[in-house]
C-alpha cells in the first residue's frame, strides 16, 4: 500500500491515538489479527437435513457385514462411515484425492481403499491405504508401480485383498495383495482395457473382474490362474458391476448398455437379460437370501428382479427432473452405486448429486428423506423483507425458504444442465435472478416458481456443440449478479469477459460493446476478466478450491452508481456504471500511472465484497490476505494476513461495521473492517462455507457450503468493542481533527474519524458548523482562477486548479457555465476534470469535498437523533450537488428499518 510521509500539521495526540484505534503507518502487516475467546456461538437452527449428505459426488457405497455402518466414498477425497439407522456421520477418513473403490473386511474390523484419479499422472503409484474402521486410523498403505485402483474386495479369510487396477496406458489389470504382509502377490494379466469391477464368491475359491472389454473373466484367488470366461455379445458392451449370489452358482452384472445380466457360473453362460433402466447400469447386488437382485443406474432408477425367472418386481423411481431424464437416456453417465443391508431389509443408493437416499424393501417406501439440496450451495440471499432466503449450487436448483417456519417453500428447476453459480432478490422482491454454468441469467416469480425472462447463449438454450442438450462441461459462466438500487437494470458478470446489462422487462440481452452508431445509453463495452480460474479449468469440476474458486468478483455500489468488477488476477477496475467509463484502477502490482493506487502485497485476487454504504470496498487474495479499500479516496486503508488458508467468501453486515470472512479452514470470522481484529468466530460452520449472506436488518447470517444444508446465526448482539481513548478533546483538538479529514491519506483520515465517533457529543456542533456552511469564496476571484488554467506560466495553471478543486462542488455552477461556454481547450480539459469529480460516484474527490464525505460517515456512525437532523439540513444545504447526495443517502439509511444493530 502506497504509505504517504505524515504531515507536520499531525496532532501529537493523533499520532498517539493510531495503534490504539488499529491503525499503523505500516499497515501492511503480515501477521494474522489477534484471537477472540475460544468460546464459539452455534447456530440457531439449519435449512436441510444432514443425513446421509455426502460432500461430493457419491461414487461407491457399502454396508458393514453387521450391518450398522453404511460407508460411501466420493470425488472429494473422503470416505465416510455413517450410523445405518439414524444416519449420523461417524468417522471421516481423508483418502483423497477420490474415492475410487472401497471394500470392508468379512469381519467388518478393517476397510480398504483406493484413491484414484491423477495418481498415474501425479507418478505417486497406487492410491491404497488399509483403515481401522472403530478408531478410523489408517493401518498402512501399500505401495506399487504407477496405478489407480478401480474396484476393491477382500477375500472371505480377510488375508486378500483383490484389486482392480488401471496402469499407464490405460491396460487393465487384477492384482492380489496380502493383508498382514502388505505384499503383492499376484498381477493378473488378460484384460484389454480397464478393469471396472471385482467380486469374490463367498467360498472364497473363486473370483471374477471385468471392465470395458467384452469379457467377464474368472480366476483362482489363491494361485491366480485362469479358470475361464463369459463373454458378452459385442465389444462395446463395457460392465460397471458384479456381484456373486450367496451361494456362489450365480453371477450378477450390470452394463452400460442399459441391461442387468444373470450368469450361470459353473456353465459358463448367460441366464438372463434383464432391460428396465433407460440409462446406463451403475451398481448390482444380490440379496442375502439370493432370490432377489437389485440394479442402479444413471436414470434414478432402481431395479428389483426375480433371481430365478428374471421378472422385474418392482421399480423404485427417484424423483428427477425433465432434463436429467433426458440426460439419463442420451447416454450421459452419473455415478449410481448401490447397496444392500445385510438382512435385506434396505436398499441405500447414491448418484443424485451428493445425497445417499434409502427406501424399504418390501414396501419401497424412502426411508430418511433428506431435505435441500442435493450438492454444494454457492449462492444465497435474503429476500428484501429477511423472511425468506433463496439458494443454489450444485444440483442446477434454486429453493426458496421460509426463515421462519424453517422449511423449503418452493424448489425452482430450469432447463440448463449447468451449475448455478449466483442469486438475487430484486429490492420489492417481487422477481429473483439466477445465473450460473453455459452461460445464462433467469428471471423468477418467487410466488409462484414461473420463469419469467431467460438471457443466454446458444448453448445454454440446448443447441450445444454435443447435440440437444448443450455441453455441460462448458468453461463460460455467469458468476454474479446485482440488482441497481431501482430495480430496473441487472447486471452479470459472465467468464468471456463481459458484464452484461439486462433490463428485466424485456428479454434482450445487452453485452455492453459500444459501436459505431450506437446509442451509449443502450450498450457499452466492459473490458472485466471475472471469475475464470488461474489454470483455466472448467467452473463445472466442482468445489475445487485450488482451480475452481467461487470468487465474487462483481458488486454495484449503493447509491455511487459504480460497477466493480476484477479485470486481471491482481487488478479491480471501477467504472461508471451508466456510460462504462474507466473510473479507477485499483492494484496490486507496480503503478500504473495516474488513477492508480498500487501495493505490491496482494496477491490474486479470489473475491471481493462492498459495504452497504459504499464506502469501503473489501478484498481477499487467494493467500488469506485481506485489504480494505476507501472507494472515494481509492487509498487503502489497511492490508493483513487475515487466514493461513484461502478466504472463500466475504460479507458486509448492512450497517457496514462488520466483515464476515469463511476460509478453507472451515472458519467463519466476523471482523472489525477498520482495526483487522477478529470480534468472534462462530461454531459448526460445518464441512467448508462457501457463500454468506446478512439478513437486512442485520440480526441473522446465513451460511452455505459443501453439505447442501444451511446455517443461521443470531449475531445482533455482535459488534466490534468501541475505544476508550479520546473522550475528552479541547475545541482545538476538534478543529485539527476536522482538518485531518480533508487528507488524501485515508488512514490519517480514518483515525480522525474514529476519535470524533467516539467524541460525539463534543464534536456534533462542529461537525454542524462546517458540514453546514455556506460557500465562502469570491466569485470575481472565483472567474481569476478560471482564467489562470490558461495562464502561460505552468505554475500559475497548476495553482489555479489547485484552488478551484479544492472549492469543488461549492464552485460546480460557475465552473459549469464556464464550460458550456466558448473557452480555450486548456481551460475546458481542466474544468472538465474537477466537474468529473463533481458528479456521481464522486471517486478521487477534492480534498474539501472528501472532507465533508467523511463527516457525513462520522454523522451515520454516531446515529443520534442530533446527528441524523444534521445529515436532514446537510441534505439541503448549498454545499454542492455532491455533498447533498451523500448526506440524503446517509440520512435515509439512518431512518431505515433494516438498518439493523
Known amino acids: 500500500m502506497r504509505v504517504h510521509p505524515w504531515h507536520t500539521s499531525v496532532p501529537v495526540g493523533l499520532l498517539i491515538l493510531l495503534p490504539l484505534l488499529g491503525f499503523t503507518q505500516d499497515s501492511s502487516r503480515d501477521q494474522p489479527q489477534e484471537e477472540p475467546p475460544e468460546t464459539r456461538r452455534e447456530p440457531i437452527y439449519v435449512l436441510g437435513t444432514t443425513q446421509f449428505r455426502h460432500l461430493g459426488d457419491v461414487l461407491n457405497l457399502e454396508y458393514s457385514p ?7 466414498g466420493g470425488g472429494d477425497g473422503y470416505l465416510m462411515l ?150 458378452l455379445p459385442h465389444r462395446r458392451t463395457a ?115 451428493s445425497v445417499i437416499r434409502r427406501w424399504d424393501q418390501e414396501s419401497g417406501k424412502e426411508l430418511n428423506v433428506t431435505v435441500g439440496h442435493r450438492s454444494y450451495i454457492v449462492a444465497m440471499a435474503f429476500s428484501p423483507d429477511g423472511k425468506r432466503i433463496a439458494t443454489g449450487g450444485g444440483d442446477k436448483t434454486i429453493r426458496l425458504w421460509d426463515i421462519r417456519k424453517r422449511k423449503e417453500i418452493q424448489k425452482l428447476h430450469s432447463m440448463r444442465t449447468g451449475s448455478v453459480h449466483t442469486v438475487a432478490f430484486s429490492p420489492d422482491g417481487k422477481t429473483l435472478a439466477s445465473a450460473g454454468q453455459e452461460p445464462f441469467v433467469e428471471l423468477w416469480d418467487p410466488a409462484s416458481g414461473k420463469q419469467l425472462r431467460f438471457w443466454g447463449t446458444q448453448s445454454s438454450t440446448g443447441m450445444g456443440p454435443i447435440g440437444a442438450f448443450g455441453n455441460p462441461w462448458s468453461e463460460r459462466s455467469v458468476k454474479t449478479i446485482s440488482y441497481t438500487r431501482d430495480g430496473k437494470f441487472l447486471f452479470a458478470s459472465a467468464t468471456d469477459g463481459t458484464v452484461w446489462r439486462l ?30 480460474s488461474s489454470d483455466d479449468r472448467s467452473l463445472l469440476s466442482g468445489p475445487d478450491f485450488q482451480s475452481s474458486p467461487w470468487e465474487e468478483t462483481l458488486a454495484l455500489t449503493p447509491g455511487r452508481q459504480m460497477i466493480i468488477s476484477r479485470s486481471s488476477s491482481r487488478s479491480i477496475d471501477l467504472r461508471d456504471r451508466a456510460s462504462g467509463k474507466l473510473l479507477l484502477k485499483l492494484v496490486s502490482d507496480s503503478p500504473e500511472g495516474q488513477g492508480v493506487s498500487s501495493d505490491s502485497t496482494l496477491a490474486e485476487i479470489a473475491s471481493l465484497a462492498v459495504s452497504s454504504d459504499g464506502r469501503l470496498l473489501a478484498v481477499a487474495d487467494k493467500k488469506g490476505k485481506l485489504r480494505i479499500w476507501e472507494l472515494a479516496s481509492g487509498q487503502a486503508l489497511r492490508t493483513w494476513r487475515h487466514s493461513r488458508r484461502r478466504i472463500t467468501a466475504l460479507v458486509f453486515s448492512p450497517n457496514g461495521r462488520l466483515l464476515v470472512t469463511a476460509n478453507e479452514d472451515k472458519e467463519i470470522h466476523l471482523v472489525d473492517p477498520r482495526s483487522g481484529v477478529t470480534v468472534e468466530k462462530l461454531g459448526d460452520t460445518g464441512e467448508g462455507p462457501l457463500c454468506l449472506a446478512f439478513s437486512p436488518d442485520g440480526f441473522t447470517l446465513a451460511a452455505g457450503g459443501l453439505e447442501g444444508i444451511v446455517r443461521l446465526w443470531d449475531v445482533r448482539d455482535i459488534s466490534p468493542p468501541p475505544p476508550t481513548v479520546g473522550e475528552n478533546l479541547t475545541p482545538g483538538e476538534i478543529r485539527e481533527l476536522l482538518r485531518e479529514l480533508a487528507q488524501e491519506d485515508a488512514i490519517r483520515a480514518y483515525v480522525a474519524m474514529q476519535t470524533l465517533e467516539i467524541s460525539a457529543e463534543l464534536c456534533l456542533p462542529f461537525i454542524e458548523g462546517h458540514l453546514l456552511a455556506t460557500a465562502e469564496f469570491d466569485p470575481t476571484e472565483v472567474r481569476r482562477q478560471v482564467l489562470n488554467l490558461n495562464h502561460d506560466d505552468f505554475a500559475v495553471r497548476e495553482r489555479a486548479d489547485k484552488v478551484l478543486r479544492s472549492l469543488g462542488g461549492q464552485v460546480e455552477a460557475i465552473l459549469k ?28 474527490a477534492p480534498s474539501e469535498t472528501l472532507r465533508r464525505f467523511r463527516e457525513i460517515a462520522v454523522l451515520e456512525r454516531i446515529g443520534s437523533e442530533d446527528a441524523r437532523k444534521i445529515l436532514q439540513a446537510a441534505a439541503k444545504a448549498s454545499a454542492g450537488r455532491a455533498v447533498r447526495e451523500e448526506a440524503h443517502l446517509a440520512q435515509e439509511r439512518m431512518v431505515s428499518p433494516w438498518r439493523g444493530f
Open 503 to 532: 433490463d428485466p422487462g424485456r428479454a434482450k440481452k445487452v453485452r455492453f460493446q459500444q459501436a459505431a452508431g450506437e446509442d451509449p445509453s443502450e450498450a457499452f463495452w466492459i473490458q472485466a476478466r471475472v471469475g475464470r
Open 82 to 231: 455413517w450410523d445405518a439407522g439414524t444416519g449420523g456421520l461417524q468417522r471421516r477418513l481423508d483418502v483423497g484425492p477420490r474415492v475410487s473403490a472401497f471394500a470392508f473386511s468379512a469381519d467388518g474390523r478393517s476397510i480398504v481403499a483406493g484413491a484414484g484419479s491423477g495418481q498415474i499422472a501425479s507418478g505417486k503409484g497406487l492410491g491404497l491405504s488399509l483403515w481401522d474402521v472403530a478408531s478410523g486410523e489408517k493401518i498402512r498403505t501399500f505401495d506399487d508401480e504407477k496405478s489407480e485402483v478401480t474396484s476393491a474386495a477382500f477375500t472371505p479369510d480377510g488375508k486378500k485383498i483383490v484389486l482392480g487396477v488401471v496402469i499407464t496406458g490405460g491396460t487393465g489389470q487384477v492384482h492380489i495383495w496380502d493383508v498382514e504382509g502388505g505384499a503383492l502377490l499376484h498381477r493378473l494379466f488378460g484384460h484389454e482395457s480397464r478393469v471396472n469391477a471385482v467380486a469374490v464368491a463367498p467360498d472364497g475359491k473363486l473370483m471374477a473382474s471385468a471392465g470395458q472389454d467384452p469379457y467377464i473373466r474368472l480366476w483362482d484367488p489363491v494361485t491366480g490362474e485362469k479358470r475361464g470366461k463369459l463373454a
Open 817 to 844: 457555465k464556464t464550460f458550456e461556454a466558448e473557452s480555450p481547450p486548456e481551460v475546458k480539459s481542466r474544468i472538465g476534470k474537477i466537474l468529473d469529480a463533481c458528479r456521481p460516484p464522486y471517486l478521487a
Open 239 to 353: 460392465t460397471s458391476d458384479l456381484d456373486f449370489s450367496p451361494d456362489g452358482a450365480r453371477i450378477a452384472s450390470a452394463h452400460e448398455d442399459v441391461t442387468v445380466r444373470l450368469w450361470d457360473v459353473g456353465q459358463r453362460r448367460l441366464l438372463h437379460s434383464l432391460a428396465g433402466h433407460l440409462g446406463p447400469v451403475e451398481g448390482v447386488a444380490f440379496f442375502p437370501d439370493g432370490k432377489s437382485v437389485a440394479s442402479s443406474g444413471s436414470d434414478r432408477n432402481v431395479c428389483i428382479w426375480d433371481g430365478e425367472t428374471g421378472k422385474l418386481r418392482r421399480k423404485i423411481t427417484q424423483k428427477a427432473g425433465f432434463m436429467e431424464k433426458l440426460m439419463a437416456m442420451a447416454f450421459v453417465a452419473d455415478k449410481a452405486p448401490l447397496a444392500i443391508s445385510p438382512d435385506g431389509k434396505t436398499i441405500a443408493a447414491g448418484g443424485a448429486r
Open 66 to 72: 453387521d450391518g450398522t455402518i453404511l460407508a460411501s
